[in-house]
């Protein structure tokens, strides 16, 4: 984070010829580097046992309402708590809000030795909802919502097109390259080659595209944190709270329902990340890439990543407490 910051305050020039590389909304770089992260965790996945593990029918549903009912509510009046002098830092936090993670969360989930088959399940059920759900969030959560406590209501007209694109690049590219490297390379070397070669070699893949994306991103928008810093932790203390509320919330619950750690994790992950492409792109979009809701939009990511690799650590510490 520092060396990215560093790096987009000294060189300015770097960011800006990385802005360039990109189509549309979508920037090449940051793509390919969650791409790449998501490659290793995705080609690990047992697909053939995903069916089994949805036994507990409670921890699932739990999972849905929390992250589906509760998280949108919980970002629209964090949001609402703390930015209620700064209308456009608001919406561009609603727009996370409604936007379950469909990426990172992978990440997480690994980084913390969660199921994988759980959260590559949720992952694409939370991808189909998004398609469905989203123009619909944006409507009510922007447009009606707002009005009953007296505030101006925003139009968002987003088409599914665009949510289309977002999950094709950010799931459907990693998806589909971990399940024909997986059940190809099974075929053709067998199943323990790829467990005892193939695995190990590519799993720091991870890590490292973690670590490059995470200074990619802060180099992005180093300059402008230096700049506004009071508008950065304005726009990041009800993001550290709605993050740490939505993963601690769905753990307690999990732990209540019996689940066992990996399946715990995964759902608390799932609950607590958002899909901050999908957010950035909408915010750019409808209101430009100079907006507040834009500059909310892009501080998101930034909180998210140092706050939920510590709730990696803290689910550690819960799962020697708890398990």
């Known amino acids: 984070m520092a060396a990215g910051v560093g790096i987009g305050v000294v060189f300015p020039s770097v960011p800006e010829l990385i802005q360039g590389m990109g189509d549309g909304t979508t920037n090449s770089p940051l793509a390919i580097g969650l791409i790449l992260m998501m490659y ?34 919980l970002m629209f009046f964090l949001s609402g708590l703390f930015l209620n002098d700064y209308p ?31 959260i590559a399940a949720l992952v694409g059920i939370n991808s189909v909802l998004q398609l469905l759900l989203f123009s619909i969030y944006a409507w ?96 990041a203390i009800p993001l550290v709270l709605y993050f740490c509320i939505m993963f601690g919330l769905m753990f307690f619950v999990a732990k209540k329902l019996g689940a066992a750690y990996p399946e715990t994790a995964s759902v608390s992950f799932s609950a607590a990340g958002n899909n901050f492409e999908l957010a950035i792109a909408v915010a750019v979009g409808v209101f430009g890439l100079n907006s507040g809701q834009a500059f909310a939009g892009v501080i998101g990511p930034l909180v998210e990543v140092p706050v939920l690799i510590l709730m990696v650590r803290l689910a550690f510490v819960l799962k020697k407490r708890w398990f």
Do not use: H
């Open 40 to 73: 290793p965790p995705l080609a690990k996945v047992r697909y053939e046992k995903i069916p089994a593990l949805f036994a507990n029918k409670g921890l699932f549903l739990s999972n849905m309402i929390i992250t589906w009912v509760v998280g949108p509510l």
């Open 140 to 235: 009510f959560f922007l447009g009606k919502l707002p009005t009953v406590f007296g505030r101006n209501s925003i139009q968002v007209v987003i088409g599914i097109g665009e949510i289309a694109k977002t999950v094709g690049i950010y799931l459907g590219i990693p998806f589909l390259m971990g399940v024909v490297s997986r059940y190809g390379l099974i075929a053709l070397k067998g199943e323990a080659w790829f467990n005892q070669k193939y695995i190990p070699r590519i799993s720091p893949i991870t890590l490292t595209a973690l670590l490059l994306t995470i200074v990619l991103m802060f180099s992005l928008k180093g300059e402008l944190m230096v700049k506004l810093p009071l508008d950065v932790v304005r726009v």
């Open 88 to 118: 456009e830092y608001m919406s561009g936090l609603i727009l996370i809000g409604i936007a379950p993670c469909i990426a990172m969360v992978i990440v997480w989930n690994e980084l913390a030795d969660g199921n994988r088959e759980y």
